[in-house]
C-alpha cells in the first residue's frame, strides 16, 4: 500500500479482554515501531523492530503488553487482561532503516483503545 | 534520560507567523523532527534537519537549530485556518550503535489559528 495501515480504526473493549491490534507498514521498511499516545499526553515509544526482532522492548509497560512480527512486514500488538489505563491511541510507524544516523518514519492514522 | 519539551499551547491570527519552540537535553541528537497531527488523524512528517545544519527552509515552514542551546523552533509563514493542529517536536540519535534507535517525542504544542 502507499502508507501505514492500522486496524482496527477504533476498539471498544471490557476490562479484562485481550485485544490486538494490527500494523501493516509500508512495503520493504525492515524497521516498525509502537508508540501509545494517551489523551493530552505525548507519544510513548513502546517498542521496535528491526526485521522480525525486537531489539527494544524498553518501551513495553507491563507483561500484559507483547508484540510479534512475522515475514518482516505485519505486526501485531497484543494487550492482555487490558485496564482502563490502557486507553490510549495506538500509533505505529515504519522506517527504511539504514546503518548508524538517522532515518524517517512514516505512521499510520492509529488505533482509538478504550477500555470501559 | 533523554527529554524533549515545548509549550502546550499558541494561537496566532490567519495571516501572522506562528513559531512554535522545543528544547531537548539530549547533546548526541542527530535528526530532529517536527510532526504534525491533525484531530483524530495519524502523525504527518513535515520536515526534519540534520543536526550538523542550522536552518532548513521548505515552502512556508522554516525550521531553526540552535545545537548549542539544544533548541528547535518552526516558524509558518502566513499562517492558515488549516494549519491548526497539534505539532510535535522528535529528536533520534543512535543510541544503540547500528541497532535500535527511539524517537524522544516532546508533548506536542496545539497550534490555534484565529479568523
Known amino acids: 500500500g502507499a502508507g501505514v495501515s492500522q486496524s482496527p480504526s477504533n476498539k471498544v473493549t471490557e476490562k479484562g479482554k485481550d485485544v490486538e491490534l494490527r500494523c501493516d507498514p509500508i512495503s520493504g521498511h525492515t524497521a516498525l515501531y509502537w508508540y501509545r499516545q494517551s489523551l493530552g499526553q505525548g507519544l510513548e515509544f513502546l517498542i521496535y523492530?528491526?526485521?522480525?526482532?525486537?531489539?527494544?522492548k524498553s518501551g513495553l509497560p507491563s507483561d500484559r503488553f507483547s508484540a510479534e512480527r512475522t515475514g518482516g512486514s505485519v505486526s501485531t500488538l497484543t494487550i492482555q487482561r487490558t485496564q482502563q489505563e490502557d486507553s490510549a491511541v495506538y500509533l505505529c510507524?515504519?522506517?527504511?532503516?539504514?546503518?548508524?544516523?538517522?532515518?524517517?518514519?512514516?505512521f499510520g492514522p492509529g488505533t482509538r483503545l478504550t477500555v470501559l | 534520560g533523554e527529554d524533549v519539551e515545548q509549550s502546550l499551547f499558541l494561537s496566532v491570527r490567519e495571516g501572522d507567523s506562528s513559531v512554535i519552540n522545543c528544547t531537548y537535553t539530549d547533546s548526541s541528537s542527530t535528526y530532529l523532527y517536527w510532526y504534525k497531527q491533525e484531530p483524530g488523524a495519524g502523525l504527518q512528517l513535515l520536515t526534519y534537519i540534520f543536526s550538523n545544519m542550522d536552518m532548513k527552509q521548505d515552502q512556508r515552514l522554516t525550521v531553526l537549530l540552535n545545537k548549542k542551546d539544544k533548541h528547535l523552533s518552526l516558524r509558518i509563514a502566513d499562517t492558515q485556518t488549516g494549519d491548526s493542529a497539534i505539532y510535535f517536536c522528535a529528536e533520534t540519535s543512535p543510541r544503540w550503535g547500528n541497532y535500535g534507535q527511539n524517537f524522544v517525542f516532546g508533548p506536542g504544542t496545539r497550534l490555534s489559528v484565529l479568523p
Open positions: 523492530f528491526q526485521g522480525n526482532s525486537a531489539p527494544d
Open positions: 510507524a515504519s522506517s527504511h532503516r539504514t546503518s548508524g544516523g538517522g532515518d524517517t518514519q512514516y
